[in-house]
């Protein structure tokens, strides 16, 4: 069964990038037609979808986001990944990533990797 | 309108049913997916589109939906139910995922 793992720095100056990369396992990213997501959570809030990435290099980005947000995908690795930049404090959060699941009328995120806290402090 | 509104939380004596809704104006175009957090843990996903559920899901898990409201039932809680609901679909125009605010649920 596919597997997700995020992985990269826990800590992260203010004004820098934020860089993660999330590894499938399990099975080919490529396989399927499934989206890619990135989602986060600050400490005691609710989910924030960030964005998706198709394996043809197709992105949607979080309106609100959009401006410092790149997605991107690179098949050879099984890997996607995300970089924020301009970070604040108000992006410390616990970053995941998940499979997207889209037809017509309907998306549901599945699985999810285990998450990974980023804390942006200097 | 690009929102999902929950109720903060709700309680359910055991063995009983509650109903968790979620509410936006993308709901009538989009289903809506539900999702299960408890703490410390990845959310989990417990039902997507009209009212499906991934292998390994309970059946007393079901979804349902009616013009702008999506409702998850949880239909004689138990325990280990208790936790953080979060409702997902789309904004109004197609492209970008939301989530709802999420609801926490007590089981007594």
């Known amino acids: 069964q596919v597997q997700l793992q995020e992985s990269g720095p826990g800590l992260v100056k203010p004004s820098q990038t934020l860089s993660l990369t999330c590894t499938v396992s399990g099975g080919s990213i490529s396989s399927g037609s499934y989206y890619w997501s990135w989602i986060r959570q600050p400490a005691g809030k609710g989910l924030e979808w960030i964005g998706r990435?198709?394996?043809?290099?197709?992105?949607n980005y979080n309106p609100s986001l959009k401006s410092r947000v790149t997605i991107s995908v690179d098949t050879s690795k099984n890997q996607f990944s995300l970089k924020l930049s301009s970070v604040t404090a108000a992006d410390t959060a616990v970053y995941y990533c998940a499979r997207d699941a889209v037809t017509r009328r309907e998306n549901w995120f599945d699985p999810w990797g285990q998450g990974t806290l980023v804390t942006v402090s200097s | 309108s690009s929102e999902l509104t929950q109720d903060p939380a709700v309680s359910v004596a055991l063995g009983q049913t509650v109903r968790i809704t979620c509410q936006g104006d993308?709901?009538?175009?989009?289903?809506a997916s539900w999702y299960q957090q408890k703490p410390g843990q990845a959310p989990v996903l417990v039902i997507y589109g009209k009212n499906n559920r991934p292998s390994g899901i309970p059946d007393r898990f079901s979804g349902s939906s009616s013009g702008n409201t999506a409702s998850l039932t949880i239909t004689g809680a138990q325990a280990e139910d208790e936790a953080d609901y979060y409702c997902n679909s789309r904004d109004s125009s197609g492209n970008h995922g939301v989530f709802g605010t999420g609801t926490k649920v007590t089981v007594l």
């Open positions: 990435i198709y394996t043809s290099g197709s992105t």
């Open positions: 993308s709901l009538r175009s989009y289903y």
